[in-house]
């Protein structure tokens, strides 16, 4: 056998799986089943089955998850770097197609790093709804960020927050929420060995106090009617069923919605948890029955572990939740009527640029009168008073799509937040507080990254195609200026060909450019840069 097993992990897996414990172990001789998921934000399920550089095979549980075989390496393909697939371990799909969630939902990602299941979250969203992601690392919530942004999700928020504070600001208030549980990860040891050197014997309860206390606060934040997926990637019944059983008697206020069978998914392991000790009713055995397992033996995957919990009540979409006082001073004092200009002059391609001056001035008085009345409201606000009309500007000349959420500014940097109650941030560890617009920066506005991958070419005023064939996309990913004739440069009607340009990679955006004189300087960021050879 390829891996050195602890032999008390060995001792304890026999127990559990009894006759099929040598099965179990026969799977630790085949390699890891590599995936990946279509990010249908930015391309259709069925026009990346067109263009796919890879032959793909469907993961059954995952209607946009497929294997692909060994030495494929979809992290060396621009369609990556543009945002068209994630990479994605196939078991780990699993939580959120169980989570059901639907364009609209409120949804919390709990433990959300490094990204994967937010991702896939945000492309059911849609983009309507909110998605809050958290993790508690803040190095991790580097890599959260940047995998949203890369998958084009403009209605994101990213925390760096213990699950109570997170709490305290959103009670009942999340429709879906996804519990994807720090654990011993036993059930990834296959396809990371690095695992073993930080597992022993005593880490599943140690892991078990944590997952308890995530699970609480979780629940507070849930709203009536509901639905919560806790899962972890470990075979612990400590840390899986035996979770499921304490949380059930502690909140009678929830339910396991039975996981269907279909797809190899075993049901919850009951009997070893009463073998060690767990006393439990026939109904709560019948309810952790429900809950699923993905096993290496029986599915093309990992080791997982599944539960879908239901919270009992009606569900009010209109219900008005709780307001939080206005304590955040980084914030605009204006977003929401400001949003609604934007909106407004981005629908109106003839309006004059002395229009736009006069907005501009108009706004910037405004800005200042709400600075002076929040600096004296004695709450210690300091409203944006800074002049916001080159960011206008920018989406009135620029692009072609009406941008729906709050503008929030803090210091120079401004973002689109699709959170109404942006007071409900005042006081987290807020990492990404929405979209990233882009910075004001000496009266002008530079457009950021996450602004150009989540736009449709057809939504920027002027944009140009790339090639992923002839190497000319990768020499834009490695950070090159490329030479680049005018008429390549696609421009709406009345638009002048120079200035910045949507970078698209066979029609799907990659970054921004600078096209002026045949001559594309590149906008694309160091840290994001192709290294691969």
């Known amino acids: 056998m390829a891996l050195h097993l602890p032999s008390p992990f060995q001792a304890k897996m026999k127990s559990l799986l009894g006759s099929n414990f040598d099965d179990f172990m026969n799977s630790y001789h085949e390699s890891p089943h590599a995936g990946i998921r279509v990010n249908t934000l930015k391309i259709s399920n069925e026009q990346f089955r067109e263009i796919s550089p890879f032959a793909l095979e469907p993961v059954p549980w995952c209607p946009t998850g497929y294997y692909v075989e060994d030495g494929a390496r979809p992290g060396r393909h621009p369609y990556y770097h543009a945002g068209l697939y994630y990479i994605q371990e196939p078991s780990a799909m699993s939580p959120v197609e169980l989570l059901d969630v639907q364009p609209g939902d409120r949804v919390l990602d709990l433990c959300a790093a490094p990204g994967g299941k937010s991702t896939q979250i945000a492309a059911k969203l849609g983009g309507q709804g909110v998605l809050i992601s958290n993790d508690l690392n803040p ?31 959103f009670p009942a208030y999340f429709d879906k929420i996804l519990v994807d549980a720090p654990c011993s990860g036993e059930g990834m040891f296959r396809k990371d060995e690095s695992m073993l050197k930080y597992w022993e014997a005593s880490s599943p309860l140690v892991f078990a106090e944590m997952q308890r206390d995530i699970l609480r606060s979780a629940a507070n934040m849930l709203a009536p009617g509901g639905t919560m997926v806790y899962s972890t990637c470990t075979f612990s019944p400590e840390e899986n069923e035996g979770m499921i059983a304490a949380f059930l008697e502690e909140h009678p206020e929830f339910s396991v919605i039975p996981i269907d069978a279909s797809f190899g998914f075993a049901s919850g392991e009951t009997a070893w948890l009463q073998r060690h000790g767990l006393a439990m009713s026939e109904a709560l055995r019948e309810q952790i029955a429900g809950t699923g397992r993905l096993w290496p033996h029986k599915v093309r995957g990992e080791g997982h572990f599944v539960a879908v919990l239901a919270k009992e009540g009606e569900v009010n979409r209109d219900e008005e939740p709780r307001s939080l006082p206005h304590v955040n001073g980084q914030m605009t004092g204006g977003e929401a009527a400001l949003a609604a200009t934007s909106r407004q002059e981005g629908n109106n391609s003839r309006k004059s640029k002395a229009e736009l001056k006069a907005a501009r001035h108009g706004h910037k008085d405004r800005n200042r009168k709400e600075a002076a009345g929040s600096r004296g409201s004695g709450k210690g606000a300091q409203a944006f008073a800074g002049d916001l009309g080159p960011f206008m500007e920018f989406i009135h000349e620029r692009l072609r799509v009406d941008l729906q959420g709050h503008v929030v500014v803090y210091g120079s940097q401004i973002y689109i937040s699709a959170l109404p109650e942006k007071e409900r941030l005042s006081q987290l560890k807020t990492v990404r507080p929405g979209w990233y617009a882009g910075q004001l920066k000496s009266g002008r506005f530079v457009p950021g990254h996450p602004l150009a991958v989540a736009l449709k070419a057809e939504e920027a005023a002027r944009h140009v195609n790339l090639s992923s064939a002839d190497g000319e996309a990768v020499r834009y990913l490695k950070g090159e200026t490329l030479t680049v004739d005018e008429e390549r440069i696609i421009c709406h009607p009345g638009i002048e060909t120079k200035g910045y340009v949507l970078v698209c990679i066979d029609g799907y955006s990659a970054g921004w450019g600078k096209w002026q004189a045949g001559m594309l300087k590149n906008e694309y960021p160091v840290g994001w840069r192709w290294t691969s050879v």
């Open 139 to 169: 190095d991790r919530t580097k890599a959260l960020a940047k995998n949203l942004e890369m998958c084009g999700v403009r209605n994101a928020i990213v925390l760096n927050e213990q699950p109570d504070r997170i709490a305290e600001a």
